[in-house]
């Protein structure tokens, strides 16, 4: 042991006596020294943030409609505007909702927060008269006094436009971020929200220590090390190292952690810098940041272990240093090959949600597409759609509207189904939905039909035929549009891609009285084909919605199950199944509320969708990861049994036998009878050339290559203790439920660090081997 | 093999191949069966001209090469074995300390690897750095080291750990004479100490002063062992050196029957003669003949070959 460590202390030596080492904490010394004058200060918000005009196109509506009235806060303001903004504005205001790129909803959003903040900080801007009937607080209703600074006035500005629009503008918090250099901000106030800081630090940081180490640092350790081994092996230093009492193996691994010293120190000062600036300058003191330093240790030892063992064989620094480098390039293109693949083509042909009844299959890809199973042909064939989202590339509709779940409803007579089509608002965010239809004459091709009242939880079919749209403000039935009408609209719909259709009042019939409390956005809603019943979950507090004899809605039994915790649910029967953000999944009775059996997921896996059997026989439970949970409502208890395809999953279901049906990533499904817990039928869906390609030729070629990009996602881990991350989007900000439901990218911290180990092993025991049988 | 403790290194019929090109078709015979008995205590030499495979036969028995045949043991124990290892110390041909490092932490690294406490490389550390010569030198990075000052160390080095045997491979190499001489006298001093001392090099004077015992290999064979006084004994010179004072034709007739006699005259009646005399008994004749011829002999030598001459007979001869 004593002349490993020796050998280990000479690494040390080595490196303290390379001016490689000195430049290197040199160039981090110079980084942290020009980090440490950053601060941040908090002031009071001066400006309305992007994210704060909730309501954007309501808010034009309304500037717009009260333009003539300039005694109205709305024309007061519109009249502030120049010529060429109300212009723009009147423009928004006219126009359609879904018209408009990408690009122009965006910009129009943000348009209009430029046009408002240039104004805040106007004097002009408050007039007693005008905001007389605004519900002010005194300190606001006081003319703002001469000698009043600019930001101070923008502040009181933008809580008096807070008050006077606050069905359309929700300023969450009253102060703002600037970010300072020296003591001098640069900035001005930050366009997010104090409260996001940690995790806009977290995204920095994680640049940072990647720009730094991850590739920097590794570059610059890779080029010092790499004549470490070769020098190692030169004849009149080998004989020498090769006559004392060591083992040759131990020798080179010993080497090899020596090597590893240069990039501890680099790491090691980096980190500890960082740490002290995050604590000292904004006091975030993350202790979980000295986990970055074996992290990227291990990440360095991965192209290391390739740089040794050539070392090794060739004993020529250059040559291995050239090669590690074209090993490290083709493990990117490999990576970004299979993540590519993987995202814009394999995930969007995997099915990603199914739905049958009457006899019908239906299931949904990625890319949003429905397919239909012919059993005939014995596979998924594809359903016609009208694209109203045709600005979407396909390949992104899936990440784009991650957070909206796109499912076909059947009906129980198997002639029509319908879903719900998200469609994009012109100001940014997601509008109301487009109902699509389709019938069996029609080959179930999929037409747009109305757009809903407001934003829809979901579509259902009653066994009656019956359409049920709960919405955030209330139940709504969709009694749609005669055939005539429908045709009408069939045929602009294909003249302008759908584009002109329109809500219509008459269409759908409000099943609940103005009474009716409000249903939080953020909520899971389910609904139970036994009685056409509701349930609403938030936050943990957890509604019954009746449906009373004369077909409308109540609120029935309320409980509040004392926790806060994200979650989704479905009814069945008398069985309603809740699977929370933490992995805990509560079965529970649907009338009573009372609980009668609890099981967790396994660690760290996230619930994606909860299903019942419409009579209450079973239910099931699907993550993020593939993972199957099967309730046996018979049993009253949760089965250690799982599917096959539990690990692999996509979807889940019940059929209207009650059967439990399992879609895997090749796009089949296999169903189950979960009273006997065996598969009874299996739909073989066929995959096409670019998935075979994936699974057979990408994705096993980048199984037994060591993966250090993934090791990023350990840093993720590490910063935010998630093990997999919901995709962020502007369509999927629809509060905790989204969060769960939304598609995840998901990350196997340990497979990431098992499968990088084991490729750092093979190239040592390589190496090992190759030296053990070698004559020097 | 049976292993004689009376004996630090024994080999038997150890042979070697080097395989190189595609698939290691190519073959070299570095060695071919070599069997040596070195004696404890003593300093060994071998010699050997340049690819004769000394090199080889001593990373062989370091474990640093592995042999392709025969059996060959160290201290008694498995030739390469970490225990034998243990026991050997070994300066190698153009050896390369790191550079980074000092005597001290040179003496220091190596020590430890030898398996040496740092209170016991402390120890020896300076009466080692006395002995080859580097004190006052200890804490200067040997990266400013001339050859022969690294050649110490590296001598310096192979003794830290009180090795019972000392394998040296071209110790002198690069040394100046000063140096070779503190060299050969730390070598008789560990012999001395019964340490015992297998030594490559090919300056044959220093193998003729310091060996004991040598072995001469070539193209991989051992052609000659033995003690430095047995390899001459072994080819004797048959020239005979005589001076004499008398008649130069008493002189020139009794040396005549003698092919390649040299008669040189040092004064008018005073002769040296170098004559070729292959028997005694014609020496004896020849003596015979000069008294006969009222010639007096005032002094007759035989001279003796040095190592070189010996070796160049052996080498020459195994290459014809």
């Known amino acids: 042991m004593r002349a490993y460590l020796a050998i280990l202390k000479d690494s040390y030596r080595e490196a303290a006596a390379s001016m490689v080492l000195w430049l290197a904490l040199g160039g981090i010394l110079l980084l942290l020294l020009a980090l440490a004058p950053l601060g941040l200060v908090t002031s009071s918000n001066t400006t309305l943030r992007f994210q704060e005009l909730v309501d954007p196109e309501k808010f034009v509506q309304a500037l717009y409609e009260g333009r003539s009235d300039t005694q109205s806060p709305e024309g007061h303001l519109w009249s502030k505007l120049n010529a060429k903004q109300q212009e723009k504005f009147a423009a928004f205001a006219k126009s359609d909702d879904t018209g408009g790129r990408g690009g122009q909803r965006d910009g129009g959003r943000f348009f209009i927060v430029n046009a408002i903040n240039g104004l805040l900080d106007k004097p002009d801007f408050y007039d007693p008269v005008v905001f007389e009937r605004v519900e002010l607080d005194d300190d606001l209703r006081t003319p703002d006094a001469e000698s009043i600074s600019k930001a101070d ?131 975030m003191w993350r202790i ?99 694209d109203i989202n045709v600005q979407i590339p396909s390949f992104v509709r899936r990440l784009f509207f991650s957070g909206h779940r796109f499912r ?81 609209q069939t045929y602009l719909g294909g003249i302008f891609g759908g584009l002109l259709s329109s809500s219509s009042n008459k269409a759908f019939e409000k099943l609940t009285e103005k009474d009716f409390p409000a249903i939080a956005a953020e909520s899971s809603v389910a609904f139970n084909l036994t009685d056409a019943g509701l349930m609403a979950l938030n936050e943990g507090e957890l509604r019954r919605i009746d449906r009373t004899a004369d077909g409308k809605y109540t609120a029935g039994n309320f409980k509040d199950l004392q926790w806060k915790e994200p979650a989704i649910l479905s009814v069945g029967g008398n069985l309603l199944l ?47 990861r593939g993972t199957v949970l099967v309730y046996d409502g018979t049993g009253r208890k949760f089965l250690s049994w799982a599917p096959r395809e539990s690990g692999s999953a996509s979807a889940i279901a019940f059929d209207e036998n009650h059967r439990l049906m399992v879609v895997d990533y090749h796009r089949g499904v296999r169903i189950y009878d979960v009273a006997t817990q065996t598969p009874v039928d299996q739909l073989r869906g066929s995959v096409d050339l670019p998935s075979n390609l994936f699974y057979y030729v990408v994705s096993p070629v980048y199984t037994i290559l060591p993966k250090p990009g993934d090791l990023d996602s350990a840093i993720q881990w590490i910063l935010t203790g998630e093990k997999s991350q919901v995709i962020e989007n502007e369509a999927n900000q629809n509060g905790l439920r989204g969060k769960l439901e939304s598609e995840r990218v998901t990350f196997d911290v340990w497979n990431t660090i098992v499968s990088n180990l084991v490729f750092i092993a093979v190239m040592l025991g390589l190496g090992c081997l190759y030296i053990a049988r070698s004559d020097f | 093999m049976n292993l004689n403790t009376d004996f630090v290194i024994q080999t038997s019929d150890v042979s070697k191949i080097y395989r190189s090109g595609l698939f290691g078709r190519k073959k070299f015979h570095a060695l071919k069966g070599v069997s040596l008995n070195v004696p404890r205590g003593k300093i060994y030499g071998l010699l050997g001209p340049n690819g004769a495979g000394k090199t080889t036969l001593i990373k062989i028995l370091l474990g640093i090469v592995r042999k392709t045949g025969g059996s060959a043991s160290v201290l008694g124990m498995v030739a390469g074995s970490r225990a034998a290892r243990r026991q050997i110390g070994f300066l190698p041909e153009n050896h390369r300390i790191p550079r980074h490092l000092t005597a001290n932490t040179a003496l220091e690294y190596y020590g430890s690897l030898s398996g040496l406490s740092m209170s016991e490389i402390r120890k ?177 030598a035989r001279r003796e070959k040095t190592l070189e001459e010996v070796f160049m007979n052996i080498v020459g001869a195994n290459r014809q």
């Open chain 1, 578 to 624: 809740i699977a929370r953000g933490d992995g805990k999944v509560l079965a529970m009775d649907a009338s009573t509320f009372d609980q009668i059996a609890e099981s967790t997921l396994p660690a760290g896996e996230t619930p994606r969708a909860v299903e019942c059997a419409s009579d209450g026989s079973s239910a099931a439970v699907v993550t993020h």
């Open chain 2, 124 to 300: 020896r550390r300076p009466e080692l750095l006395d002995a080859v010569g580097l004190r006052g030198r200890e804490n200067d990075r040997v990266a400013g080291y001339s050859k022969g000052m690294l050649q110490r160390l590296g001598l310096a080095q192979s003794m830290i750990h009180k090795p019972q045997l000392i394998v040296l491979d071209e110790p002198t190499d690069g040394v100046d004479p000063v140096g070779r001489r503190e060299i050969r006298e730390v070598l008789q001093r560990l012999a001395s100490e019964g340490h015992s001392v297998f030594l490559n090099s090919h300056l044959l004077q220093e193998i003729e002063l310091v060996c004991d015992s040598v072995a001469i290999l070539n193209h991989g064979q051992c052609l000659l062992t033995g003690t430095v006084k047995e390899l001459k004994a072994a080819l004797k010179d048959s020239t005979v050196f005589l001076q004499v004072r008398g008649q130069e034709a008493a002189v020139r007739k009794a040396a005549s029957p003698f092919v390649g006699a040299v008669i040189r005259t040092a004064t008018a009646d005073a002769f040296e003669v170098e004559v070729a005399i292959p028997s005694q008994q014609e020496l004896d004749r020849l003596i015979d003949t000069l008294r006969a011829d009222n010639v007096s002999i005032w002094q007759i």
């Open chain 1, 288 to 386: 979980e940041l000295f986990w970055c330093i074996p992290v990227y240790i291990f990440l360095f030892a991965i192209f290391f272990s390739v740089s040794a063992f050539l070392g090794a064989i060739w004993r020529n620094a250059i040559v291995s240093v050239i090669l590690v480098i074209i090993f490290w390039g083709g493990l990117t293109l490999i990576g970004v090959a299979y993540s590519s693949m993987n995202e814009f083509v394999v995930k969007n042909r995997r099915l990603s949600e199914i739905s049958a009844n009457g006899g019908l299959v239906f299931a949904v890809d990625g890319s949003r597409s429905v397919h239909r199973w012919d059993s005939v042909e014995g596979d998924w064939m594809p359903v016609q759609q009208a």
């Open chain 1, 408 to 488: 076909v409803s059947v009906s129980q007579d198997g002639q029509r189904i319908l879903a719900l089509q998200p469609t994009l608002s012109r100001m940014g965010g997601i509008g109301p939905a487009m109902i699509l239809s389709g019938r069996e004459n029609e080959k179930y091709e999929l037409q747009p039909e109305l757009k809903t009242p407001e934003s829809m939880f979901g579509i259902f079919q009653t066994s009656d035929g019956e359409v049920i749209l709960p919405g955030p403000s209330g139940i709504y039935r969709f009694i749609g549009q005669t055939e005539q009408e429908r045709k009408a």
């Open chain 1, 153 to 283: 006035l923008a502040n009181r500005n933008l809580r008096r436009l807070e008050k006077v629009f606050s069905r359309y503008i929700s300023v969450s918090e009253n102060s703002a971020l600037s970010l300072t250099y020296a003591g001098f901000d640069f900035t001005g106030p930050l366009p997010f929200l104090p409260s996001q800081i940690q995790s806009i630090v977290d995204s920095w940081l994680a640049w940072l220590l990647w720009l730094f180490l991850g590739f920097g640092g590794i570059l610059a350790a890779l080029l010092f090390t790499a004549t470490l081994i070769p020098r190692t092996f030169e004849p009149g230093e080998i004989s020498l190292l090769l006559s004392k009492p060591v083992h040759r193996s131990f020798l080179f691994l010993t080497k090899f952690l020596g090597g590893c010293v240069f990039t501890l120190i680099c790491a090691a000062m980096l980190v500890t810098g960082l740490w002290l600036l995050l604590g000292l300058r904004l006091d």
